[in-house]
């Protein structure tokens, strides 16, 4: 009898350990919510079928790397903001300690610098028309960051071609959120680079989501790692033609299968520091590159996703079959970054140097338009001379009217003074018409007195003398209607 209760105790041990390798381990350490949005019917234009095999397809991976995942499809405007309301009510019922993540597979625009969800009911006549019938992304990652969450991931696959008619001015693809620009905590990645178009492709899957399925899956990548394989898959699969982006402000380590290491890393922000552009200089990148086999530096630059590696690969490796097409990817990252920039500072100077450098770009049209709405801005002189000391010792001088005014200490500006001092001279005026009635008013005793004059006087001689009195309390006018009342008695 003791040999086969042995058997089973190493039975039961085995199952127990292989359950371990095959289950999350994070799962009593963290919550993990997940919102999984796939467009396919659009009622105004095509289809896109993988969109809804996407969602499918994540809603899958998500629940067996311990997400409790809600899916929905083909969601109207109303339907989307409700679906995004209610999973924001779900992360804040969850605790801080929450992982809350986002797959949107469907169309997705930019207009005047803004990007926008698009549900299936977007019917636009014209580009005015998306922010009303759209579902602006900034209000997803805002609507999510304003709560205490371990961290918000956020998978876009949303950057297919623009297929509304009317929408000829907007700009291809999505523009750059910066994620660091925001609360920190945030994790976001597009299917293709910004200002370009991501493919549905050819399979049951987007190129996208056919990479994030399989690599995803392997255990123990840290997330910045897992986004990484994918763009070099994707940069496989389309020959060069789609090349993910994402950016990070991520506190935290976070893995889809395998213990995570904690949450904080050994160095804070050090994982938002891995993707952050520009950490290593064009100088190092030539360091890097130099003798390399032309396919393993391409995957390395690919990999990096920066300007410094690519433009480090476009000098190194001119005659290499796939540097025409990182040149292509080169230009469209620089001018996005400009478009980023001028977008964010938003004033005239910033987007006359946008047009000064990109006017014939795809963006330069909404550049314009832009630039009409803050052209009549205050950039002149007035700002500069109301900072400047003048002004206030102006402001200072004595405002009596019969005192004789100082010279100021320093010149005072032509175009502020006489607006001043117009302004000092109307005052007094103001101030004798309010305080002379009160003090010249006659107390009401001399009125009874006036009716009833004591005997022995002459009645002409007292009506007089109040007559005068009251004309000069109240005005010429009044003065002469209640001396003419008078001199009736």
């Known amino acids: 009898m003791r040999r086969p209760v042995f058997s089973n105790l190493l039975l039961a041990s085995g199952l127990i350990a292989f359950a371990q390798l095959v289950t999350p381990t994070h799962a009593a350490a963290e919550a993990r919510l997940a919102l999984v949005i796939g467009q396919s019917a659009y009622r105004t234009v095509p289809e896109l079928p993988n969109a809804a095999n996407d969602a499918k397809g994540m809603t899958e991976l998500l629940g067996n790397a311990g997400f409790t995942v809600t899916t929905a499809a083909n969601l109207a405007q109303n339907e989307m903001r409700a679906a995004i309301s209610d999973f924001a009510g779900k992360v804040s019922a969850s605790g801080a300690d929450t992982i809350a993540l986002v797959f949107y597979a469907g169309h997705g625009l930019q ?99 056919t990479a994030a399925l399989t690599i995803a899956k392997q255990p123990n990548l840290p997330i910045e790692e897992v986004f990484k394989r994918i763009r070099v898959a994707v940069a496989q699969s389309t020959d060069g033609r789609q090349i993910p982006w994402e950016s990070s402000s991520l506190t935290t380590d976070f893995k889809f299968f395998g213990e995570s290491s904690g949450r904080q ?56 079959t796939r540097t025409s097409r990182l040149r292509t990817v080169l230009e469209r990252r620089r001018q996005m970054l400009a478009w980023e920039r001028a977008t964010a500072i938003n004033t005239r100077a910033s987007f006359e140097a946008y047009l000064a450098n990109w006017d014939n770009s795809d963006l330069a049209a909404t550049a314009r338009r832009l630039l009409l709405r803050v052209q009549n801005r205050n950039y002149g002189p007035p700002v500069v001379a109301a900072a400047s000391p003048a002004p206030v010792a102006v402001a200072m001088a004595p405002t009596c009217p019969c005192s004789a005014p100082q010279a100021p200490a320093t010149p005072v500006n032509p175009s502020v003074a006489p607006i001043i001092k117009k302004r000092v001279d109307d005052t007094p005026p103001k101030r004798k018409v309010v305080e002379t009635p009160p003090k010249r008013r006659p107390p009401p005793d001399e009125v009874i007195y006036e009716r009833e004059p004591p005997p022995g006087l002459p009645p002409g001689a007292v009506m007089q003398g109040i007559g005068v009195g009251i004309g000069i309390g109240m005005g010429g006018h009044g003065g002469d209607h209640y001396r003419g009342d008078y001199r009736r008695y």
């Open 265 to 320: 890393p050994s160095l804070p922000g050090a994982d938002s520091m891995a993707l952050a552009s520009g950490t290593r200089s064009l100088e190092d990148w030539r360091k890097e590159l130099q003798g390399k086999p032309a396919m393993v530096a391409y995957e390395l630059v690919i990999t990096d996703d920066t300007v410094p590696a690519y433009q480090a690969y476009i000098e190194l490796y001119a005659q290499d």
């Open 111 to 209: 207009i005047d610098g803004e990007n926008y969800l698009v549900p299936v009911d977007l019917d636009p006549k014209r580009e005015a028309d998306i922010p009303l019938q759209g579902v602006r992304l900034n209000d997803l990652l805002n609507t999510l960051g304003a709560l205490p969450t371990r961290a918000r991931i956020f998978m876009l696959d949303a950057c297919r071609n623009n297929p509304f008619p009317a929408l000829s001015g907007a700009g291809h693809g999505l523009a750059i959120v910066d994620t660091k620009a925001g609360a920190p905590g945030s994790f976001i990645s597009y299917s293709t680079s910004p200002g370009a178009e991501a493919e549905d492709g050819s399979g049951i899957d987007s190129p996208y989501t």
